[in-house]
């Protein structure tokens, strides 16, 4: 700060103004608003500069944050479906190997069931032309009994266990094409397709010619 002093006034500079008693006279408007404008610009570039510093700081904070429990997550997740998927094939592992067992008990006791049908035929009366007779097979109901367990508890459809009754002469007098309809029952409970059996008047062999057992 300087003073100056004539004999009309008093006068003090400070900086770019000159200070008088009466009045503040502008020496360089131009450089005032530059001043004004400049130093107004250098702060809101600095505080947007700052700005987007900061932001993109906190997304990248956040976005590593956010990558790292991804990763987590799709670990945790990972290990979750790998432990459920060895669980659901050892499920799935076992139920087959049930139903393995399962139908290899159905089938073998459907095989047994025709045989046994046939045992049953061979033993009841037939009117035919056969000189010599039906060729007889041996028969006990305890086999009977045990081989009906055997479908009651593995064949999935009723009329097998009703067929094979019926079969047996356990429902009534009988024909000898009702094994056409026990056969053909057998062939749906293990699912072998449709029916291929439809020869009701040569439905049961009672004995082949040359066959000399006696009847």
Request: proline letters at 1%.
């Amino acid at each position: 700060m300087h003073t100056l002093r004539d004999t009309h006034h008093a006068q003090t500079v400070v900086g770019n103004y000159i200070i008088t008693e009466n009045r503040i006279m502008k020496i360089d408007v131009l450089n005032l608003i530059l001043d004004i404008f400049i130093g107004a610009g250098a702060g809101a570039g600095i505080t947007l500069l700052l700005r987007t510093y900061f932001n993109e700081k906190i997304k990248n904070s956040i976005k590593h944050e956010y990558d790292i429990r991804l990763e987590s997550y799709k670990s945790e997740l990972k290990n979750a479906i790998d432990k459920d998927l060895e669980s659901y094939k050892s499920k799935i592992k076992e139920l087959e190997s049930k139903n393995l067992d399962r139908w290899d008990i159905k089938r073998d006791a459907c095989l047994m069931a025709l045989n046994l049908a046939d045992s049953a035929l061979s033993n009841m009366d037939w009117d035919g032309d056969m000189e010599e007779g039906i060729v007889k097979s041996k028969i006990d109901t305890i086999t009977v009994r045990d081989c009906y367990n055997q479908l009651a508890c593995s064949c999935d459809l009723p009329e097998t266990l009703m067929e094979f009754k019926r079969v047996l002469g356990l429902l009534g007098p009988i024909k000898g094409d009702v094994i056409v309809d026990f056969r053909n029952a057998i062939r749906k409970e293990l699912s072998f397709g449709k029916e291929i059996d439809d020869d009701r008047e040569n439905a049961f062999i009672g004995r082949i010619h040359g066959d000399e057992k006696l009847t």
